[in-house]
């Protein structure tokens, strides 16, 4: 269960973060400017956005194993697609297809750690290892397109051999047997001594229980939308390093430019690493103080960076990544606990929600008030403010511990 779970948040990452690679071969390739060209990732990440909201109660409603295996059939065929033609405009739409995909596996894939997960300790623990994964797909998919581009090969391979791994893990999954508990698919299920009145009856109370508007009656709750919020800022801050930081450095003319060449591969490689780091200090850790130390040394690290310029940039920024691991994991792991697990699609979609607009919004403003100002660093100073309210928050998490007791229960006992 948890090696499936690995391998869906390693193939998502190495098409989302090999985006920055393709985007300049886009400009030159079809003549686009920079705003057009972002299209490849404003475009899936507001349907990320879009289907985690609408579509993340299904996880709840069939079942895990339904609902992921129609995110990766759909995420397979679009991506294969992608080998069918040359229009950027049908690339654009083919990417808001793998966005729905994305939305639909994902959140059935975060339903499916909760239910093996016997609390809320163990579900961030293997959240943590599952963005690590995550993190190594950031890494391999900018490098089979560096590859592919150097032996004078089109970046669409990139997309067909995603859909060839994600078609072959949909097969993995629907051949996997699932745990009873995922999704209302499989609660609603009664012992054969119910009556068939008593079961239709209670297969209707469930199935009125787990609909879209339980999905929007969680953005009101208070632990869904505080978690939600903080992984929104968290997101803001980390996007900011992998789509704006190779434009800061593009004038850097110092002694190091090899880091700064290689600053998003080095940020890439420690975000990686700082994620099975984070599983291992959640282990005799509290997920509070690591969170308020992670965050500390992010907001050190943006700091630094501004106050210093860009000759401690090229090293601050980098450096980021080894403390931001640990944060988007916890949070998220923390907020789908507050949740029985018959929940855990829909507020996983709630959250996604929130990820995936600010992983669009932010990068978006951070541009306009850079073209606003005339350099990127202004849009960097709205990042680093960023970071610092996320601080905030965890100084706040620490102190007054709002979560702390719906949090306490054991996952067995929830429903």
Known sequence: MKWLTYMMFFIFAMTSDAVGVIIPHLVTEYGLTHTQASAFHYAPMVFIALSGLLLGHLADKLGRKVTICIGLL????????????????????????????????????????GDISK?????TETMNRVEGFFGIGAMVGPAIVSYLLIQGMSWKYLYVCAAVLCFMLCLVTYLTVFPKSSGAHDTAKVPSR??????????????????????????KDKYALGFSLAVALYVAVEVAIYVWMPSLFVDYDGNYIWMAT?????FFALRAAGRFLGAWMLSFCSWEVVLLVATGLVAVCYLVAMIFGIHAAIWALPASGL???VIYPTLNSKGISCFPRSHHGA???????FTAAAAAIGPLIMGIISDSFGEIKYGFY???????????????????????????KDFSADE
């Open 119 to 123: 609390d809320s300790e163990e579900h």
């Open 347 to 353: 507020v996983a979609g709630v959250i996604l929600f």
């Open 194 to 219: 119910t009556s068939n009145s008593e079961q239709a009856e209670k297969n209707e109370i469930v199935e009125e229980r787990i609909n879209l508007k339980q999905t929007f009656a969680m953005m």
């Open 323 to 325: 403390f931001m691991s």
């Open 382 to 408: 709205l990042a680093t403010g960023f970071s610092v309210l996320l601080f905030g928050f965890a100084a706040y998490n620490l102190i007054a511990k709002p979560a702390n007791a719906v949090l306490a």
């Open 262 to 266: 290689y600053a998003i591969t080095i």
């Open 74 to 113: 759909l995420f397979s065929l679009a991506s294969f697609s992608f080998s069918l033609t040359n229009e950027f405009l049908v690339f654009v739409s083919l990417l808001s297809v793998v966005g729905v995909a994305i939305g639909m596996f994902k959140t059935g894939a975060i339903g499916l750690i």
